[in-house]
T-cell receptor, first 113, second 112 residues
């Protein structure tokens, strides 16, 4: 049983398109995150939600819009994709406060051409 | 200034070697510390938490120096399967606003 699952695993799309990545966790955690890992392997937080409420938005362009329909789901919609959006996007979940382990999904490798 | 800094390596060591990774963090209010491991093209996974008194898990030993804001990971008797990127992770603070900051990772290759 996958604890944090995200789809799709691979996404290749053209510049200007709109795409979504879905994430679900079955761990009962209150907090979910989106991280971006660029070509230099740096893992940077984009958003954090606690019980469906946005609590962290790390200077991410408005083209990125997270949505949390319930605390087990956190989806990421990206409008007007740009070449620089190419990266691996990881969804994660943990108990609130970041004091415990974060569990990551397998990642979505987004390539914008 | 980055919240978490670590030597990116790469470290290339023979099987059986002992290797140490270091990490520094900038926020003195940080409360939780971790080492994660990330295999190539995989997601990060928790290797071990780091406690104030230092802790050991088999061949892995983690140390924390709060005064110097310094964290270390020691791997003894390296195995081929230890080849991965090791990420130093620090939380912002222990509240609902807490977030995890990741270092850039230290790449380790263990050769036969």
């Amino acid at each position: 049983d996958t604890a944090v699952s995200q789809t799709p695993k691979y996404l290749v799309t053209q510049m200007g398109n709109d795409k979504s990545i879905k994430c679900e966790q079955n761990l009962g955690h209150d907090t979910m995150y989106w991280y971006k890992q660029d070509s230099k392997k740096f893992l940077k937080i984009m958003f954090s939600y606690n019980n469906k409420e946005l609590i962290i938005n790390e200077t991410v362009p408005n083209r990125f819009s997270p949505k949390s329909p319930d605390k087990a789901h956190l989806n990421l919609h990206i409008n007007s994709l740009e070449l620089g959006d190419s990266a691996v996007y990881f969804c994660a979940s943990s108990q609130p406060g970041g004091v415990a382990e974060a569990f990551f999904g397998q990642g979505t490798r987004l390539t914008v051409v | 200034r980055k919240e978490v800094e670590q030597d990116p390596g790469p470290f290339n060591v023979p099987e059986g070697a002992t290797v140490a990774f270091n990490c520094t963090y900038s926020n003195s209010a940080s409360q939780s510390f971790f080492w994660y491991r990330q295999d190539c093209r995989k997601e990060p996974k928790l290797l071990m938490s780091v406690y104030s008194s230092g802790n050991e898990d088999g061949r892995f030993t983690a140390q924390l120096n709060r005064a110097s804001q310094y964290i270390s990971l020691l791997i003894r008797d390296s195995k081929l399967s230890d080849s991965a990127t090791y990420l130093c992770v620090v939380n912002e603070r222990g509240s609902t606003l807490g977030r995890l900051y990741f270092g850039r990772g230290t790449q380790l290759t263990v050769w036969p």
